[in-house]
């Protein structure tokens, strides 16, 4: 098999932000997929390189300046998170810029260790964030509701811009630069966001996106096969232990993922989809069971 098909396989569960989180704040662990034991199985990863669609453009994105550290001031509460790495090495995404969509001229820069923070939000109103570096795809969160306490964790998980593109390969697709991709998580109500030890998906759950989209862009589930083998499926219709689900090639706007189970309640996750972002709403902000 190709290293680079390797790769991608190892990268794809923490694209939907797999994670036990033993290694905090790194979305990577025991559920981290090594593929060791999925590599003599046969899989359309070994597909022949003409059958594969060509390299996705970049965006064309400017990335902002953000010379020192521009929010809300003192008043208001915070929002804190990380950037985090996904990939084979993991590691904290330095010296990126965060921006907040609803206040335009906001920002942050991650430290050594990947955090940031803002100050100066209002209880009750709704931010998304994103991420910018010259080496990595723009991502973006979800849009979250400011609790009275302010947010915490609210971390990004950034493939770098190779590695984005060895995944499109992958899932067979070219990403078109006016339309977003959506990664979550359908996680298990003992499981509580990446930065904690322990817990998994949640097995048996549907998820659909409102307002509706064709079959082609999803959902896509993750098979999990073992701890060490975790990858995308599009035969399958729910849920895995691994909890993962993408939507690919998604119309810029507005939407509302949803997962449903027998018996269990989720919350649900609003999207503003941006033409030329991943939007990955990664625990502790993915499709939580109650």
Same mark, same amino acid.
């Given at each position: 098999?190709?290293?680079?098909?390797?790769?991608?396989?190892?990268?794809?569960?923490?694209l939907?932000?797999c994670s036990?989180?033993?290694?905090?704040?790194?979305?990577?662990?025991?559920d981290?997929?090594a593929?060791?034991?999925a590599l003599?199985?046969?899989?359309?990863v070994?597909?022949?390189?003409?059958?594969l669609?060509?390299?996705?453009?970049?965006?064309?994105?400017?990335?902002?300046?953000?010379?020192?550290?521009v929010?809300?001031?003192?008043?208001? =509460? +915070?929002?804190?998170?990380? @950037?985090?790495?996904?990939g084979p090495?993991? /590691?904290? !995404?330095?010296d990126a810029v965060?921006?907040v969509?609803?206040?335009?001229?906001?920002?942050?820069?991650t430290?050594?260790?990947?955090?940031?923070?803002?100050?100066g939000?209002?209880?009750?109103e709704?931010v998304?964030?994103?991420?910018?570096?010259e080496?990595?795809?723009?991502?973006?969160t979800?849009?979250?509701?400011?609790?009275?306490?302010?947010?915490?964790?609210?971390?990004?998980?950034s493939?770098?811009?190779g590695?984005?593109?060895?995944?499109?390969?992958?899932?067979?697709i070219?990403p078109?630069?006016?339309?977003?991709?959506?990664a979550t998580?359908? =996680? +298990?109500?003992?499981?509580? @966001?990446?930065?904690?030890?322990g817990?998994? /998906?949640? !097995?048996g759950a549907?998820?659909?996106?409102d307002p509706?989209l064709?079959?082609?862009a999803?959902?896509?589930?993750f098979r999990?096969?073992?701890?060490s083998?975790?990858?995308?499926a599009r035969?399958?219709?729910?849920?895995?232990?691994?909890?993962?689900?993408?939507?690919?090639?998604?119309?810029?706007?507005?939407y509302?993922?949803?997962a449903?189970?027998?018996?269990?309640?989720?919350?649900?996750?609003?999207?503003r989809?941006?033409a030329?972002v991943?939007?990955?709403?990664s625990?502790?902000?993915?499709?939580q069971?109650?």
């Amino acid at each position: 098999m190709q290293r680079q098909w390797i790769i991608g396989v190892f990268v794809l569960g923490w694209l939907a932000g797999c994670s036990d989180g033993t290694t905090p704040p790194l979305d990577a662990g025991a559920d981290a997929p090594a593929v060791v034991d999925a590599l003599d199985a046969p899989s359309t990863v070994d597909a022949p390189a003409e059958d594969l669609p060509p390299e996705p453009v970049d965006s064309g994105r400017v990335i902002p300046s953000c010379p020192s550290p521009v929010n809300g001031g003192d008043g208001g =509460v +915070a929002v804190r998170g990380h @950037g985090h790495i996904f990939g084979p090495n993991g /590691g904290p !995404v330095r010296d990126a810029v965060v921006t907040v969509l609803e206040h335009p001229g906001w920002c942050a820069r991650t430290g050594s260790d990947g955090a940031y923070a803002f100050t100066g939000f209002t209880p009750g109103e709704r931010v998304t964030l994103e991420m910018h570096h010259e080496n990595h795809w723009p991502v973006q969160t979800s849009t979250l509701l400011v609790a009275p306490e302010g947010l915490e964790r609210v971390g990004f998980q950034s493939p770098t811009n190779g590695i984005f593109r060895v995944l499109a390969q992958y899932l067979r697709i070219t990403p078109e630069p006016d339309r977003c991709q959506i990664a979550t998580t359908v =996680v +298990a109500a003992a499981y509580r @966001g990446t930065y904690d030890p322990g817990g998994h /998906g949640e !097995v048996g759950a549907t998820v659909t996106i409102d307002p509706p989209l064709p079959a082609s862009a999803g959902p896509v589930y993750f098979r999990y096969l073992s701890a060490s083998a975790i990858v995308p499926a599009r035969e399958l219709t729910e849920t895995s232990l691994d909890g993962g689900v993408l939507f690919l090639n998604v119309p810029a706007g507005d939407y509302v993922l949803s997962a449903h189970k027998a018996g269990v309640r989720f919350n649900q996750v609003a999207i503003r989809c941006r033409a030329g972002v991943l939007v990955n709403a990664s625990p502790p902000w993915g499709l939580q069971a109650q």
